[in-house]
């Protein structure tokens, strides 16, 4: 199975590679939804450091929300989900390499940018660190509750709505302790505890999401309307 799930994620990102496109679209988006937050605000710089937690996640949770549509559609629309889902391995295996790869394509560069787009903020190289930190640990969240409502509406017409309203609940916890992770490093308080439940919530999805991700895929692939 492990196998198998490695050939599933090096699928995906060999087709990421040939779509640079929307790998671009989300990082261009989370770099000038960053940016605007320094010109609107005006140069205060208490103002932007204490706003530059809060602002960095948002923008981060918001680019990794523009790219979950694309993560099960277009196998769903070349008729290669249903040809995965006829195999011997578990359909949630499927998804988590899916998933996974998502958050390579997405969570992982997005995390990587941030401190350079940090610098405008005025942050401090130690609320840097925790700022990326906390970007590595929590985004596997964002990606794996994300799949489950890129699931939910795949085949939905109008689908990119729906899918905002049922995840962006679901980020709220992961936007709390990373904003938290970031506010305690720079009080000199610490970190340690909202990483630790960053990444909670971060093993807790990637273990536990697939299961009903892979439960609505396959609703959606029973469907007369994927026929």
């Known amino acids: ?22 790998a671009a679209q989300t990082l261009c988006f ?10 609107g605000i005006g140069p205060e710089p208490m103002l932007l450091r204490r706003m530059a ?33 006829l195999l011997p391995q578990p359909l949630a295996l499927v998804v988590l ?5 998502h958050w390579l394509v997405s969570g992982l560069p997005l995390s990587l ?9 005025g942050i401090s190289p130690e609320a840097s660190w925790t700022l990326t930190l ?6 596997p969240a964002l990606s794996a509750l994300g799949a489950i409502g890129a699931a939910l509406t795949l085949g939905v017409r109008g689908g990119g709505i729906l899918l905002s309203l049922l995840v962006l609940p679901l980020y709220v916890p992961v936007l709390l302790f ?14 340690k505890a909202h990483l630790s439940l960053l990444a909670a919530l971060s093993l807790g999805g990637v273990f536990f999401a697939p299961w009903p991700a892979a439960a609505a895929v396959r609703i959606a692939l029973e469907s007369p309307d994927s026929c």
């Open 53 to 85: 937690p809060g602002a960095l996640w948002v923008a981060a949770l918001l680019a990794v929300l523009l790219s979950l549509p694309r993560l099960f559609a277009e196998d769903f629309r070349d008729g290669t989900l249903e040809q995965l889902a």
């Open 134 to 139: 906390s970007l590595l640990i929590g985004t």
């Open 113 to 121: 940018l941030a401190p350079a787009l940090g610098v405008p903020f």
């Open 1 to 22: 199975m492990t196998g198998f799930l490695f050939s599933l994620i090096r699928r995906d990102l060999r087709l990421a590679l040939r779509r640079r496109t929307d």
């Open 30 to 39: 989370f770099i000038v939804v960053v940016s605007l937050f320094p010109l």
């Open 97 to 101: 390499g899916k998933t996974l790869a």
């Open 178 to 191: 990373g904003t938290g992770a970031v506010e305690a490093a720079v009080s000199g308080v610490g970190a």
